[in-house]
T-cell receptor, first 117, second 111 residues
Framework: DARVTQTPRDKVTEMGQEVTMRCQPI?????VFWYRQTMMQGLELLAY????????DSGMPKDRFSAEMPDATLATLKIQPSEPRDSAVYFC???????????????FGPGTRLTVL | RKEVEQDPGPFNVPEGATVAFNCTYS??????FFWYRQDCRKEPKLLMS???SGNEDGRFTAQLNRASQYISLLIRDSKLSDSATYLC????????????FGAGTRLAVHP
């Protein structure tokens, strides 16, 4: 049963520290998404990649957040420096887009629960 | 105004009840529509796609009204296991599979 995996599952850190979250998409999927979920804002898209190339990162605070896909099996989301307002659950999702770019299902990982003190 | 709006609930219903959720979207050029389900402290999962002609999957029926820009989800014969948050989702025109999520409607089914 193919799944998206994310590490770490939980992270508690202090303000100003660097945080790196990792995601392994489902093998064969060509699109990877990063979302952030908070009680106040719900699920927000931060960035996404197609065939490892960034397509849209307009949802991401550029000064402190960065997202990369060093290879097809790994996506990373970094926050440097972290702030208390970054506390949220960060989800990675992957999907397979074929043909004309019409939607195919996105599969979510279990999320990383980040707390910045 | 948010792109996708939903009544946050909670909807508290007894087992066996029929419950309906609505969702409105602001972008008339939105292309695709879905309902996702999210259990407490879990990730969202696709429940069903929503087609213009409407579609049904067991006890679940989804409908789309493009003219009024709203989407509905009907759950018949509610089960305790249906308790979750239901997220309305749309993809914008030309959005390359970008998903825009509503804030979700919480459903609690009680015995």
């Amino acid at each position: 049963d193919a799944r998206v995996t994310q590490t770490p599952r939980d992270k508690v850190t202090e303000m100003g520290q660097e945080v790196t979250m990792r995601c392994q998409p489902i093998l064969g999927h060509n699109t990877v998404f990063w979302y952030r979920q908070t009680m106040m804002q719900g699920l927000e898209l931060l960035a996404y990649f197609r065939n490892r190339a960034p397509l849209d990162d307009s949802g991401m605070p550029k000064d402190r957040f960065s997202a990369e896909m060093p290879d097809a099996t790994l996506a990373t989301l970094k926050i440097q420096p972290s702030e208390p307002r970054d506390s949220a659950v960060y989800f990675c999702a992957s999907g397979l887009v074929e043909g004309g770019g019409y939607y195919n299902e996105q599969f979510f990982g279990p999320g990383t629960r980040l707390t910045v003190l | 105004r948010k792109e996708v709006e939903q009544d946050p609930g909670p909807f508290n219903v007894p087992e066996g009840a029929t419950v309906a959720f609505n969702c409105t979207y602001s972008n008339s050029a939105s292309q695709s529509f879905f309902w996702y389900r999210q259990d407490c402290r879990k990730e969202p999962k696709l429940l069903m796609s929503v087609y213009s002609s409407g579609n049904e999957d067991g006890r679940f029926t989804a409908q789309l009204n493009r003219a009024s820009q709203y989407i509905s989800l009907l759950i018949r014969d509610s089960k305790l296991s249906d308790s979750a948050t239901y997220l309305c989702v749309v993809t914008p025109s030309g959005g390359y599979n970008k998903l825009i999520f509503g804030a979700g409607t919480r459903l609690a089914v009680h015995p």
